[in-house]
Nanobody
Framework: QVQLVESGGGLVQAGGSLRLSCAAS????????MGWYRQAPGKQRELVATLNTRGSTNYADSVKGRFTISRDNAKNTVYLQMNSLKPEDTAVYYC?????????WGKGSLVTVSS
């Protein structure tokens, strides 16, 4: 079984920073995509950022220039450095692994940004 373990969420003041981490374990194909999604109250889940094993990234327009996704391929670990946080970034952040076309999810980590 694939398991994703997230850490790094919490409370932060607007303008501050947080770093999320997610480590995947289990049987994972060499070529895969890891990323972060978020769901704010009253809104649908949305993509935040993804990163494949070749270094190709995809960011939501709302976080470009503020968030940076990175990964350690050897550890199957993905990170999300979040800078200049805004109240609208408040959401539950979910780690995602797409492994051979199958999605696996972490249980979510709450990020709350105060104004």
């Amino acid at each position: 079984q694939v398991q994703l373990v997230e850490s790094g969420g919490g409370l932060v003041q607007a303008g501050g920073s947080l770093r999320l981490s997610c480590a995947a374990s289990g049987t994972i194909f060499r070529s895969n995509v890891m990323g972060w999604y978020r769901q704010a109250p009253g809104k649908q889940r949305e993509l935040v950022a993804t990163l494949n094993t070749r270094g190709s990234t995809n960011y939501a327009d709302s976080v470009k220039g503020r968030f940076t996704i990175s990964r350690d391929n050897a550890k199957n670990t993905v990170y999300l450095q979040m800078n200049s946080l805004k109240p609208e970034d408040t959401a539950v952040y979910y780690c995602n692994l797409n492994n051979v076309g199958v999605d696996f999810w972490g249980k979510g980590s709450l990020v709350t940004v105060s104004s």
